[in-house]
């Protein structure tokens, strides 16, 4: 069974572009999570989808954005990039979100780079 | 508010010996525990989880965790470390009161010294 894939692998961008990073979850999951790893930091939670809305945000400013597709992958955008938005960029499936304490499997990530 | 910590940012252990990883927690309810790992330039691949029964739990390559409720911790552990567990530990505890997210521990650098 595949697990959950990412692209691209590497981004590399400049000041004020806008960056878009996609996620395929595992097949039969509906919840997808976003998390940023900057470097020497832990994961800081950035976004939950579940069934195509978006149930949670973590404390990002809006131009971090995203949506889910009928087939449960989804999509990062960060609008206006920074210096400071260069980081790896996890995605995370499960089953289901909520009070089901369903695990969440992550993908290799994406290595932003903005310049 | 939900929290954990991992007290150390760096453990070391000679390989062959124990290793212990160090998590406690604060929620308000019953915690909902988690422990991953990161290898260099890697997502996380999770280990175990805790969300009721034995407080011992096994999880994937010979790893072990023990739920303690007195001391709200969630220690990982390892009878005999090998080289190739270096890498980076997470816990997380699952949110109850913030729409159920996980919340991330700094994480742990395990290094094992051959």
């Known amino acids: 069974e595949a697990g959950v894939t990412q692209s691209p692998t590497h981004l590399i961008k400049t000041r004020g572009q806008q960056a878009t990073l996609r996620c395929s979850p595992i097949?039969?999951?509906?919840?997808v999570y976003w998390y940023q790893q900057a470097l020497g930091l832990g994961l800081q939670f950035l976004l939950w989808y579940d069934e195509g809305e978006e149930r949670n945000r973590g404390n990002f400013p809006p131009r971090f954005s995203g949506r889910q597709f009928p087939n449960y992958s989804s999509e990062l955008n960060v609008n206006a990039l920074e210096l400071e938005d260069s980081a790896l960029y996890l995605c995370?499936?499960?089953?289901?979100?909520?009070?089901?304490?369903?695990?969440?499997?992550f993908g290799p990530g994406t290595r932003l780079t903005v310049l | 508010a939900q929290s954990v910590a991992q007290p150390e940012d760096q453990v070391n252990v000679a390989e062959g010996n124990p290793l212990t990883v160090k998590c406690t927690y604060s929620v308000s309810g019953n915690p909902y525990l988690f422990w991953y790992v990161q290898y260099p330039n890697r997502g996380l691949q999770f280990l175990l989880k805790y969300i009721t029964g034995d407080n011992l739990v096994k999880g994937s390559y010979g790893f072990e965790a023990e739920f303690n409720k007195s001391q709200t911790s969630f220690h990982l552990k390892k009878p005999s470390a090998l080289v190739s567990d270096s890498a980076l530990y997470f816990c997380?505890?699952?949110?109850?009161?913030?729409?159920?997210?996980?919340?991330w521990g700094a994480g742990t650098k395990l290094i094992i010294k051959p």
């Open positions: 997380a505890v699952r949110d109850m009161d913030s729409n159920y997210q996980l919340i």
């Open positions: 995370a499936s499960s089953l289901a979100g909520g009070p089901v304490a369903d695990t969440q499997y």
């Open positions: 097949s039969g999951h509906t919840s």
